[in-house]
């Protein structure tokens, strides 16, 4: 099990929380009864809130954008193993490729990526 103490130091970085999501996820995958969460980190609700990229696309469309959406992720992961200029705090590529989608998605951001 899985704990965090509420008194414990913030996260220092993306990364550091993305290790915590991807321990919950291995927890639930080996005990489906646990619940699972999210974040986003806003202060206040805003509603229903859309990604950058779907609001590109009328909601007739959504299913394209997710299709097209999937396949810029698969692109993306493709390039991103082929940089040779990485800095050794950012991710290898086994460390975005499938399975790791909400670390590629922060990868992408990094690179100005609509996500």
């Known amino acids: 099990m899985i704990q965090v103490d509420p008194s414990s130091d913030p996260f220092e970085s993306v990364a550091e929380f993305i290790d915590l999501r ?7 995958a ?7 969460w999210a974040y986003r980190g806003q202060p206040r609700d805003f509603g229903s809130l859309t990604p ?3 609001r590109q696309f009328s909601k007739q469309s959504s299913g394209t954008a997710q299709i097209i959406e999937a396949e810029l992720i698969e692109a993306f992961r493709t390039h991103y193993a082929t940089l040779k200029d ?3 705090d ?3 590529p086994e460390q975005i490729a499938s ?8 990868v992408m951001q990094h690179y100005e990526i609509p996500t």
């Open 22 to 28: 991807e321990q919950l996820e291995q927890r639930h």
């Open 99 to 106: 399975g790791h989608d909400l670390r590629c998605l922060s």
């Open 86 to 88: 990485c800095s050794v």
């Open 90 to 92: 950012m991710p290898q």
């Open 30 to 36: 080996s005990e489906p009864s646990s619940k699972r």
């Open 52 to 54: 950058s990229f779907q």
